[in-house]
Protein backbone atom coordinates (compact mmCIF):
# COMPACT_ATOMS: atom_id res chain seq x y z
CA UNK A 1 0.00 0.00 0.00
CA UNK A 2 2.03 3.24 -1.15
CA UNK A 3 0.40 6.50 0.45
CA UNK A 4 1.96 10.18 -0.77
CA UNK A 5 1.91 12.52 1.99
CA UNK A 6 0.85 15.74 0.08
CA UNK A 7 0.76 19.41 2.23
CA UNK A 8 -0.69 17.72 5.58
CA UNK A 9 0.43 18.75 8.83
CA UNK A 10 0.16 15.79 11.01
CA UNK A 11 0.56 17.64 13.96
CA UNK A 12 -2.72 19.81 13.40
CA UNK A 13 -5.27 16.56 12.38
CA UNK A 14 -8.12 15.08 15.14
CA UNK A 15 -7.65 12.23 17.38
CA UNK A 16 -10.23 9.72 18.43
CA UNK A 17 -10.39 7.72 21.56
CA UNK A 18 -10.36 4.25 21.52
CA UNK A 19 -13.97 2.06 21.70
CA UNK A 20 -14.74 0.52 24.83
CA UNK A 21 -16.15 -2.81 25.22
CA UNK A 22 -17.52 -4.80 28.13
CA UNK A 23 -17.42 -7.88 27.17
CA UNK A 24 -16.02 -10.01 24.10
CA UNK A 25 -18.30 -10.11 20.98
CA UNK A 26 -17.98 -13.72 19.21
CA UNK A 27 -20.41 -12.93 16.07
CA UNK A 28 -19.15 -9.22 15.51
CA UNK A 29 -15.96 -7.82 14.77
CA UNK A 30 -14.68 -6.01 17.97
CA UNK A 31 -13.00 -2.67 16.03
CA UNK A 32 -10.95 -0.58 18.04
CA UNK A 33 -10.90 2.76 15.76
CA UNK A 34 -13.21 4.27 12.98
CA UNK A 35 -10.76 4.18 9.91
CA UNK A 36 -10.76 6.94 7.50
CA UNK A 37 -9.67 6.45 4.21
CA UNK A 38 -5.84 7.80 3.14
CA UNK A 39 -8.16 9.10 -0.30
CA UNK A 40 -5.08 10.08 -2.18
CA UNK A 41 -4.31 12.55 1.15
CA UNK A 42 -7.91 14.36 0.21
CA UNK A 43 -10.57 12.84 2.70
CA UNK A 44 -11.30 15.63 5.18
CA UNK A 45 -11.84 13.19 7.40
CA UNK A 46 -8.13 11.36 8.19
CA UNK A 47 -7.15 12.25 11.18
CA UNK A 48 -3.84 10.51 13.72
CA UNK A 49 -5.65 7.20 13.69
CA UNK A 50 -5.23 7.47 9.97
CA UNK A 51 -1.88 8.36 10.34
CA UNK A 52 -0.79 5.53 12.72
CA UNK A 53 -2.59 3.23 11.06
CA UNK A 54 -0.23 3.90 7.90
CA UNK A 55 2.82 3.74 9.43
CA UNK A 56 1.73 0.59 11.19
CA UNK A 57 1.61 -0.83 7.88
CA UNK A 58 5.02 0.20 7.03
CA UNK A 59 6.36 -1.32 10.05
CA UNK A 60 7.32 2.01 12.02
CA UNK A 61 8.19 1.50 16.24
CA UNK A 62 5.87 4.64 17.62
CA UNK A 63 3.07 2.81 16.05
CA UNK A 64 3.67 -0.28 17.39
CA UNK A 65 4.14 0.86 20.35
CA UNK A 66 0.89 2.46 20.24
CA UNK A 67 -1.13 -0.20 19.35
CA UNK A 68 0.45 -2.36 21.38
CA UNK A 69 -0.81 0.16 24.30
CA UNK A 70 -4.23 0.36 22.85
CA UNK A 71 -4.81 -3.17 22.57
CA UNK A 72 -3.25 -3.66 26.42
CA UNK A 73 -6.01 -0.98 27.99
CA UNK A 74 -8.83 -2.02 25.72
CA UNK A 75 -9.33 -5.81 25.96
CA UNK A 76 -6.90 -7.20 28.77
CA UNK A 77 -9.42 -7.15 31.08
CA UNK A 78 -11.50 -9.00 29.01
CA UNK A 79 -9.25 -12.24 28.68
CA UNK A 80 -10.30 -15.49 30.62
CA UNK A 81 -7.29 -18.10 31.72
CA UNK A 82 -8.58 -20.36 29.06
CA UNK A 83 -6.11 -21.86 26.75
CA UNK A 84 -5.38 -19.58 23.44
CA UNK A 85 -4.07 -18.39 20.48
CA UNK A 86 -3.50 -15.73 18.33
CA UNK A 87 -3.93 -15.23 14.21
CA UNK A 88 -3.21 -12.13 12.48
CA UNK A 89 -5.36 -12.16 8.67
CA UNK A 90 -2.69 -12.63 6.61
CA UNK A 91 -1.44 -9.74 3.57
CA UNK A 92 -2.17 -10.03 0.04
CA UNK A 93 1.05 -11.52 -0.93
CA UNK A 94 1.78 -14.92 -0.89
CA UNK A 95 3.83 -16.32 2.12
CA UNK A 96 3.31 -12.68 3.75
CA UNK A 97 2.30 -11.06 6.81
CA UNK A 98 1.94 -7.60 8.39
CA UNK A 99 5.56 -7.51 9.93
CA UNK A 100 4.06 -4.05 12.26
CA UNK A 101 0.93 -6.39 13.32
CA UNK A 102 3.46 -9.72 14.23
CA UNK A 103 5.67 -7.04 16.37
CA UNK A 104 2.36 -6.00 18.22
CA UNK A 105 1.84 -9.51 18.82
CA UNK A 106 4.90 -10.04 20.09
CA UNK A 107 4.56 -7.72 22.52
CA UNK A 108 1.77 -8.35 23.70
CA UNK A 109 1.85 -12.32 24.02
CA UNK A 110 2.79 -12.64 27.37
CA UNK A 111 0.08 -10.53 28.61
CA UNK A 112 -2.44 -12.16 26.64
CA UNK A 113 -1.11 -15.60 27.85
CA UNK A 114 -1.04 -16.81 24.25
CA UNK A 115 0.08 -19.73 23.64
CA UNK A 116 1.72 -19.00 19.71
CA UNK A 117 4.62 -17.41 18.80
CA UNK A 118 3.92 -17.41 14.92
CA UNK A 119 1.07 -16.72 13.16
CA UNK A 120 -1.20 -19.76 12.47
CA UNK A 121 -2.53 -18.32 8.92
CA UNK A 122 -0.93 -17.89 5.64
CA UNK A 123 -1.56 -16.85 2.16
CA UNK A 124 -0.77 -19.40 -0.01
CA UNK A 125 -1.16 -17.28 -2.96
CA UNK A 126 -1.00 -13.95 -3.63
CA UNK A 127 -4.16 -11.97 -4.34
CA UNK A 128 -4.92 -8.80 -6.49
CA UNK A 129 -5.15 -5.94 -2.84
CA UNK A 130 -8.73 -5.02 -2.11
CA UNK A 131 -8.05 -1.50 -1.44
CA UNK A 132 -7.31 -1.71 -5.05
CA UNK A 133 -10.26 -2.96 -6.65
CA UNK A 134 -9.47 -6.80 -5.48
CA UNK A 135 -11.87 -9.20 -4.85
CA UNK A 136 -13.14 -8.76 -1.52
CA UNK A 137 -15.83 -11.76 -1.41
CA UNK A 138 -15.80 -14.36 1.89
CA UNK A 139 -14.67 -17.60 -1.14
CA UNK A 140 -12.19 -15.90 -2.52
CA UNK A 141 -9.72 -15.43 0.95
CA UNK A 142 -11.62 -19.10 1.73
CA UNK A 143 -9.67 -20.31 -1.54
CA UNK A 144 -6.41 -18.68 -0.91
CA UNK A 145 -5.65 -18.79 3.20
CA UNK A 146 -5.09 -22.05 5.35
CA UNK A 147 -4.17 -23.16 8.26
CA UNK A 148 -0.37 -24.12 9.34
CA UNK A 149 -1.27 -26.57 12.23
CA UNK A 150 -4.95 -27.50 12.10
CA UNK A 151 -4.17 -29.59 15.54
CA UNK A 152 -2.83 -26.70 17.38
CA UNK A 153 -5.97 -24.81 16.77
CA UNK A 154 -8.13 -27.38 18.44
CA UNK A 155 -9.88 -26.17 21.50
CA UNK A 156 -8.25 -23.34 21.83
CA UNK A 157 -9.88 -19.67 21.97
CA UNK A 158 -8.46 -17.88 19.17
CA UNK A 159 -8.06 -14.01 18.97
CA UNK A 160 -7.87 -13.10 15.09
CA UNK A 161 -6.55 -9.53 14.38
CA UNK A 162 -6.37 -7.22 11.63
CA UNK A 163 -5.17 -3.80 10.93
CA UNK A 164 -8.03 -2.80 9.14
CA UNK A 165 -11.24 -4.53 8.23
CA UNK A 166 -13.53 -2.67 5.39
CA UNK A 167 -15.90 -5.77 4.40
CA UNK A 168 -14.91 -7.81 6.86
CA UNK A 169 -14.94 -10.74 4.63
CA UNK A 170 -10.65 -11.86 5.10
CA UNK A 171 -11.78 -11.90 9.22
CA UNK A 172 -14.96 -13.49 8.66
CA UNK A 173 -13.11 -16.17 5.72
CA UNK A 174 -10.37 -16.50 8.62
CA UNK A 175 -12.83 -17.03 11.46
CA UNK A 176 -14.64 -19.71 9.06
CA UNK A 177 -11.53 -21.45 8.73
CA UNK A 178 -10.65 -21.67 12.07
CA UNK A 179 -13.99 -22.98 13.79
CA UNK A 180 -13.70 -25.74 11.30
CA UNK A 181 -10.02 -26.88 12.58
CA UNK A 182 -11.61 -27.15 15.90
CA UNK A 183 -10.79 -24.04 17.46
CA UNK A 184 -13.16 -23.59 20.76
CA UNK A 185 -14.18 -19.89 19.67
CA UNK A 186 -12.71 -16.72 17.41
CA UNK A 187 -12.99 -13.09 18.62
CA UNK A 188 -12.51 -10.73 15.42
CA UNK A 189 -10.66 -7.68 16.64
CA UNK A 190 -9.45 -4.74 13.77
CA UNK A 191 -7.65 -1.71 14.79
CA UNK A 192 -9.45 0.28 12.58
CA UNK A 193 -12.71 -0.42 10.67
CA UNK A 194 -13.42 1.66 7.80
CA UNK A 195 -15.90 4.43 8.16
CA UNK A 196 -18.83 5.20 5.72
CA UNK A 197 -21.02 7.90 5.86
CA UNK A 198 -24.32 6.76 5.64
CA UNK A 199 -26.84 7.99 3.67
Not at 57 to 72: E, G, H, T
Amino acid sequence: MEFTVTNIDFSTLSSQYPKSYSALDFEQIMPLYDYHSWDGGKNPRIDKITNTLINLKKNRSPAISFFSKVVRSQLLSLIGSQPKIFCVVPSHSKDDVSEGMMKVMSNIREDFGFANVSNLLNRTLTVPKAATGGDRSVQHHLDSIEILNRDYVQGKAVFLFDDISTTGNSMNACKQLLLEAGAQSVVMISFGQTWFELG
